[in-house]
């Protein structure tokens, strides 16, 4: 058996894939990006199926873009904006791509929720108020119907539908009233003090559009400090 490739050894290997245009290199940024041929996706998925490696290969996929989001998320707060997204944008497809798997019949729920309420800082950040709405809703609907719970996962999520109801324009709703309540009652049993204050600002802008001032005033009063007004300080 030939030893493991070393990284020298997997570069020439691709760029000779490259070069036989198998693989499509984008070098158009400081980090280049390369992504299989449509031609050359459809027959490794095929040839995936016929050995039964689907399966296999998709859960390694999902579990890998879970640990990356988690550090994404953990990297959030510290990394200049511009930088982060550079490192995580491009990735948006393959995030997509692993929480389809993940939330499929042969998926695995527990990736699909944990990736889910990692990915929310990206969504964020680029605006994608509705998908990561839809995406957080989606995960807390499966996890309503009796998967595997997590609190810290439940929590990041309803503030997740809180925030991404906020920041387009339905502060008013009832919907997001509710999410930030239960995001306040997870994070108060789990004793997290961010997410508290995350939990308040949403339901103070919860209460001050839908005119009731004085309750508005309360929570503010409540409030040791405020969150940025920038939507990714405060998911993210």
Do not use: Q
Request: with cysteine.
């Amino acid at each position: 058996m030939d030893a493991a490739p070393t990284g020298t050894d997997s570069i020439d290997r691709l760029a000779d894939l490259v070069a036989k245009s198998l693989v499509v290199a984008d070098v158009s940024d400081a980090k280049p990006g390369f992504r299989l041929c449509d031609t050359t996706r459809a027959y490794a998925l095929e040839k995936l199926d016929e050995s039964g490696e689907r399966e296999r290969i998709a859960r390694r996929h999902a579990e890998y873009y879970r640990n990356l989001f988690e550090r994404a998320e953990a990297e959030a707060a510290t990394r200049p904006t511009g930088n982060w997204l550079a490192d995580y944008a491009p990735e948006i497809d393959n995030l997509r791509a692993a929480l389809n798997w993940a939330f499929s019949p042969d998926g695995d729920v527990p990736i699909g929720v944990a990736l889910t309420a990692a990915a929310v800082a990206l969504w964020m950040r680029l605006s994608l108020l509705e998908e990561c709405r839809g995406r957080a809703e989606g995960a807390l609907a499966i996890l309503g119907a009796g998967a595997s719970r997590d609190a810290r996962h439940e929590m990041k999520l309803h503030a997740a539908m809180g925030a991404s109801l906020i920041y387009g324009g339905g502060s008013a709703s009832p919907e997001t009233g509710m999410a930030c309540t239960r995001a306040l009652e997870i994070a108060e049993s789990l004793d997290d003090a961010e997410y508290r204050l995350r939990a308040l600002w949403g339901l103070y802008a919860h209460h001050a559009a839908s005119g009731r001032n004085r309750v508005a005033l309360e929570l503010a009063k409540g409030s040791m400090r405020w969150p940025r007004s920038d939507p990714t300080r405060m998911i993210g």
